[in-house]
């Protein structure tokens, strides 16, 4: 089972043998999982084991984890199988798992195996499992936004969780956008946010960015991180808001030009007003391109597009 050819062999009798070839292998198993799990090449076999065998014995193999949890959640084979044993094994099994995790969340979170084994239990384990979990998360989001490893964990919520998790980790973006969207590993946060939130969190979040001075708005396109929130916001933005990023867009185009990541921008307004022009019917003459000089209807935003609610602004400042 450890070596590294054999190995193979034995998974392909798990994978392809009688149930009672497969049965008598597990046997042969027990006694050896955790030893297995944490070798480069018996933890293969484990995990084979764990998608062929039945419930029973599935569960007598996990049990033999049971004290050795954290160790293995930290180890670059053992990892893997318990990734498999979360999508594998039924959740009441896994209790003791979970209960390794308190008080451990951040740390693993911002373990390079870890972050996978958080985000398999988010997607596998009963809510009544996962909220002790979700708990630990929201009570460090700020560093988990900025880790190298954490920010993928506060993704996935972002992008498979509830909406009362979405709208915290969400609200606590707010206020911080342009610090966050500057940031290499927040960035990614940023833009999960502003594309999985409700159509009014978006609004907040962009009207955010409108309120910004030119300046900032001008220092985020040029941003070879913050560039790509910006990008985000003009897909997903609603029409009425894409107009007034458009127009405060508008006047830095020439010295866009100049910047890598400016040039993104520009090739994404380009985008859309191609878009724009062929849903209106607009051809554009053989042997021509268009260019941000043709932005020209992109004019000025009536007042209730273009204005930031008081409310709003205050409530930012605060946050």
Do not use: W
């Amino acid at each position: 089972m450890t070596d590294v050819f054999g190995n193979y062999v034995i998974q392909k009798f798990f994978e392809f043998g009688t149930p009672e070839q497969k049965s008598t292998l597990a046997q042969k198993v027990r006694g050896h999982v955790l030893p297995l799990a944490l070798q480069m090449y018996g933890c293969r076999v484990i995990q084979k084991a764990l998608e062929s065998i039945g419930p029973e014995q599935q569960q007598e193999i996990v049990r033999e984890l049971d004290g050795h949890v954290l160790k293995c959640v930290k180890d670059q084979n053992g990892n893997h199988v318990v990734q498999k044993c979360i999508e594998c094994v039924e959740p009441r099994a896994l209790q003791f798992v979970i209960g390794a995790f308190a008080g451990q969340v951040y740390s693993l979170s911002t373990h390079p195996y870890g972050c996978r084994v958080i985000q398999r239990i988010l997607e596998h384990c009963t809510p009544e499992q996962t909220q002790g979990i979700l708990q630990e998360l929201h009570a460090a989001t700020d560093q988990l936004i900025q880790d190298q490893y954490g920010n993928y964990v506060i993704q996935h919520v972002l992008e498979h969780g509830k909406i009362e998790d979405k709208a915290q980790l969400i609200s606590s973006v707010r206020g911080k956008v342009l610090a966050l969207s500057q940031h290499k590993f927040a960035s990614n946060v940023v833009e999960k946010c502003v594309t999985h939130a409700t159509r009014q969190e978006r609004a907040v979040l962009i009207e955010e960015v409108c309120g910004f001075n030119d300046n900032a708005l001008n220092v985020m396109m040029k941003d070879q991180y913050a560039n790509y929130v910006v990008q985000k916001m003009i897909d997903v933005a609603e029409p009425a808001q894409r107009k007034v990023l458009m127009h405060k867009i508008r006047p830095h185009l020439s010295s866009l030009r100049k910047y890598t990541y400016g040039k993104h921008i520009i090739v994404k307004l380009e985008k859309f007003f191609m878009k724009t022009a062929s849903a209106i019917g607009v051809s554009t003459p053989a042997g021509t391109t268009n260019n941000t000089s043709d932005l020209g209807p992109i004019g000025p935003p009536t007042s209730a597009a273009g204005s930031v609610s008081t409310q709003t602004q205050q409530s930012t400042q605060v946050l």
